[in-house]
């Protein structure tokens, strides 16, 4: 077999990659359980029938077949076909409802998983990647205060990201479609989704084509379609915002229950991350699956990746014909903005190799010393692997620093740090490295 | 929608059993890493052409195709096309040959996925589940001490299970097959794969039966056929093993070397984990795939699932057109092993969420104080959420004791153990819960 080449679409990493990955993937999950969010996995595959739902998407999916079945001539693909799943949402609501007499309610999980989306590859973009969410899905109702909490949450697993690693930090979009809904109805306009949809093209087509779009299109007078804008057009890092609404004089008791809600989202995650959350009345997040709150994140610096976390609230997330299950939730697009952090190197990890300690071996006869003395160092926690080979000092110490293990033991009872060069006497039982070189972590450019 | 029904073959865990899970995999994560075993991920799916290489298992291959590709009628399944790897072995080889620029050698790595295969699913045995693998792999040498190594990490690993979690112990079964294809070529036989696919269906037809085909088929004499059985028959815990071969009074090199590698995996295994490995002379693990040690592992009074972690030595796992990469590693069956102890309740969770204290409110407009407790405990570790509603106190305890959650916080400076009932005084900036409460852990049957 000659060399493979990498499949486009599907990143892989490399070791040093991948420990930038595990030690930012083990501060999301800290933070989500911290906050008592417990952990859940679904299996990939789920019936298209489920993934199909949400219309649009079905052309992204991946169907699944056993090749058998396929050889026998299933032919076409059927309701209990499998596909892999897109995103987190779709699967978790199965789950809801599958396992809702074994779950207590307000259920909160977190979930982190890959997901898989047959779209072209680009920037940002890829068929597989991998997805942090947290959710809290209530039965038949869920406080609007978890709209602030998973805000709040996600806020402070990425400001730990920023803080501890050098993640660039975030600015967290947030809208609430009660707002919207209300203040359309407000002006007396019957088809609000109608609105929604054109007005989210602001950012693509400016005000004015949006204008014309809404009287044009949904013949609304000019004065109407302005007031639309004047809506969408409000943004601010605080609760200021309501004032610029009620300024537009719209009156809806839908609108005052958005702009109640919206506020308390801005409220705590002002508190909780000053400066990384915003009001921004445009943001709409697609048409018909979110009912309240809404949630757009930007990476400083990589605004043209797109959201890397995004969600909202959905009244009806799972309907099993007698309870309904509403949510909210997040998505942390852990691959979309890992890669190209990576790919900068904006992040890097510290060494290749979990391997603090590389225990020297003089001649094979003495390996199964060498191997004591590497099980002396394990059993205080020191990650340590025993040279492969008996050769020159200086190679073992080639083979240690090419991977950027730390220190070479030598014989029973001396370690050298071969960054500095210093060496010293040291008993296995006792000898402790500098806490920061026990295990490798995550260096800034 | 209705209730959903589970999907036969595809295990899912609900948050306690997760819990377990989450636990054991950090145990053996942390195992390897000590070992200087470093984590890789690769992509869920290989070309088709990749996956069929090794010929038998093909009819349980996943097929994926987008949606869209298979409308326009793609048909038949061509060689650009993907499937699910069903095992982490063949991705593993993929991405040394891959990535091998960028890998230094021996490259030890570790990798736990979920792998799929379309069997038919029983007890043991399922179309998703999670495998926790290590290998080493060197450029065209790899020294039979990692044979030895890979051995003794797992047993190490498995030990943990026992000794932390309560997980039966384990017996790991040793062969090598250099020397039972030395013994069958100082017999004079030819073709010894031929007579090692009769020999492993000893355990199956048992030492009669096998006699017949080794005479019928192969031609062998009644004496020879003996011969070979008498080698399957031997298995100590110990290198007594070589001194009964050498009684057999078959000489050849390969005999030899096998027997040296295979006294040296046990020596060193036997001295890790006394009384959980054993050199048994029947084991065969499939027939072309293998060069050297093969390890098959049961768990006590589990025989029955088959081999919960397997592996062996390939000469060349993978070879670009210039360069083998022969290695030697392992596969532990994680939802194999853990599937029957979860429904058996051999390992269960402490509690079924993270969270270690609830803080209680007496009314909506004191949840801003409620939330400020529990940001003071979070920042000291200690995983907190505030209860979602403001009901009777009793209400909020059973919220809590439903979820196994042990503390609940009063106003600004009272905690109570709900188990003991015991109600102390306490400061939010220095309280600290008993170290087996702060997270939940496994808890024995």
Redesign the interface.
Same mark, same amino acid.
């Given at each position: 077999?000659? $060399?493979?080449?990498?499949?486009s679409g599907?990143p892989?990493?490399?070791?040093a990659a991948?420990?930038v990955e595990?030690r930012v993937l083990a501060a999301l999950a800290d933070t989500f /359980? &911290? #906050?008592?969010?417990?952990?859940? /996995?679904? $299996?990939? &595959?789920e019936?298209?029938a489920?993934l199909a739902r949400k219309g649009e998407i079905?052309?992204?999916?991946? =169907? =699944?077949?056993? &090749?058998?079945?396929?050889r026998h001539g299933a032919g076409q693909?059927d309701r209990d076909e &499998?596909?892999?799943h897109f995103d987190l949402t779709v699967p978790f609501a199965?789950?809801v409802? /599958?396992?809702?007499g074994?779950?207590?309610f307000?259920f909160?999980?977190y979930q982190i998983q890959?997901v898989?989306r047959?779209e072209r590859p680009q920037e940002g973009r890829y068929r597989?990647f991998l997805q942090a969410d947290i959710d809290v899905v209530?039965q038949d109702v869920l406080?609007a #205060?978890?709209d602030v909490e998973v805000a709040r949450v996600i806020l402070e697993a990425l400001e730990r990201l920023h803080t501890e690693f050098g993640v660039p930090p975030v600015l967290m979009r947030v809208n609430n479609r009660k707002l919207a809904e209300g203040f359309y109805r407000g002006l007396g306009i019957e088809d609000h989704l109608a609105v929604l949809q054109r007005v989210d093209k602001l950012d693509k087509v400016g005000p004015d084509a949006v204008a014309g779009l809404l009287t044009r299109e949904l013949g609304l007078t000019d004065v109407v379609a302005r007031q639309c804008l004047q809506l969408a057009t409000i943004a601010a890092p605080d609760e200021s915002f309501v004032e610029r609404v009620r300024g537009l004089g719209v009156q809806h008791d839908l609108l005052d229950e958005g702009l109640a809600e919206l506020a308390a989202v801005l409220r705590?995650g002002a508190s909780a991350a000053p400066g990384r959350i915003v009001a921004d009345l445009k943001i709409a997040r697609g048409l018909d699956y979110y009912t309240g709150t809404v949630y757009e994140t930007e990476l400083a610096g990589y605004e043209h990746l797109g959201s890397i976390c995004s969600g909202g609230r959905y009244d009806s997330l799972?309907?099993?014909?007698r309870t309904t299950y509403p949510g909210v939730g997040l998505s942390i697009g852990v691959t979309r903005m890992l890669v190209p952090l990576l790919a900068k190197g904006t992040l890097a990890a510290s060494r290749? =190799?979990? @391997?603090c300690v590389l225990v020297a071996i003089d001649a094979e006869e003495t390996?199964d010393e060498a191997?004591g003395i590497a099980a002396r160092l394990?059993a205080r926690?020191?990650? @340590? /692997?025993v040279a492969?080979?008996a050769d020159r000092f200086g190679k073992q110490i080639r083979?240690a620093d $090419?991977?950027g293990i730390p220190f070479v033991w030598f014989g029973s009872n001396e370690v050298k740090d071969i960054r500095s060069g210093a060496q010293q006497a040291a008993d296995p039982d006792e000898w402790l490295p500098p806490a920061d070189d026990l $295990?490798p972590s995550i260096v800034r450019a």
């Amino acid at each position: 077999m000659s $060399r493979p080449k990498p499949l486009s679409g599907f990143p892989e990493f490399l070791p040093a990659a991948r420990i930038v990955e595990q030690r930012v993937l083990a501060a999301l999950a800290d933070t989500f /359980e &911290l #906050h008592g969010f417990g952990s859940i /996995e679904t $299996r990939a &595959l789920e019936p298209m029938a489920q993934l199909a739902r949400k219309g649009e998407i079905d052309k992204e999916i991946y =169907v =699944v077949r056993r &090749l058998q079945a396929e050889r026998h001539g299933a032919g076409q693909a059927d309701r209990d076909e &499998l596909g892999l799943h897109f995103d987190l949402t779709v699967p978790f609501a199965r789950y809801v409802l /599958e396992h809702s007499g074994h779950l207590t309610f307000p259920f909160r999980r977190y979930q982190i998983q890959k997901v898989w989306r047959g779209e072209r590859p680009q920037e940002g973009r890829y068929r597989e990647f991998l997805q942090a969410d947290i959710d809290v899905v209530g039965q038949d109702v869920l406080a609007a #205060h978890h709209d602030v909490e998973v805000a709040r949450v996600i806020l402070e697993a990425l400001e730990r990201l920023h803080t501890e690693f050098g993640v660039p930090p975030v600015l967290m979009r947030v809208n609430n479609r009660k707002l919207a809904e209300g203040f359309y109805r407000g002006l007396g306009i019957e088809d609000h989704l109608a609105v929604l949809q054109r007005v989210d093209k602001l950012d693509k087509v400016g005000p004015d084509a949006v204008a014309g779009l809404l009287t044009r299109e949904l013949g609304l007078t000019d004065v109407v379609a302005r007031q639309c804008l004047q809506l969408a057009t409000i943004a601010a890092p605080d609760e200021s915002f309501v004032e610029r609404v009620r300024g537009l004089g719209v009156q809806h008791d839908l609108l005052d229950e958005g702009l109640a809600e919206l506020a308390a989202v801005l409220r705590a995650g002002a508190s909780a991350a000053p400066g990384r959350i915003v009001a921004d009345l445009k943001i709409a997040r697609g048409l018909d699956y979110y009912t309240g709150t809404v949630y757009e994140t930007e990476l400083a610096g990589y605004e043209h990746l797109g959201s890397i976390c995004s969600g909202g609230r959905y009244d009806s997330l799972a309907f099993d014909g007698r309870t309904t299950y509403p949510g909210v939730g997040l998505s942390i697009g852990v691959t979309r903005m890992l890669v190209p952090l990576l790919a900068k190197g904006t992040l890097a990890a510290s060494r290749s =190799v979990p @391997t603090c300690v590389l225990v020297a071996i003089d001649a094979e006869e003495t390996r199964d010393e060498a191997d004591g003395i590497a099980a002396r160092l394990r059993a205080r926690g020191i990650p @340590t /692997e025993v040279a492969p080979k008996a050769d020159r000092f200086g190679k073992q110490i080639r083979y240690a620093d $090419r991977r950027g293990i730390p220190f070479v033991w030598f014989g029973s009872n001396e370690v050298k740090d071969i960054r500095s060069g210093a060496q010293q006497a040291a008993d296995p039982d006792e000898w402790l490295p500098p806490a920061d070189d026990l $295990r490798p972590s995550i260096v800034r450019a």
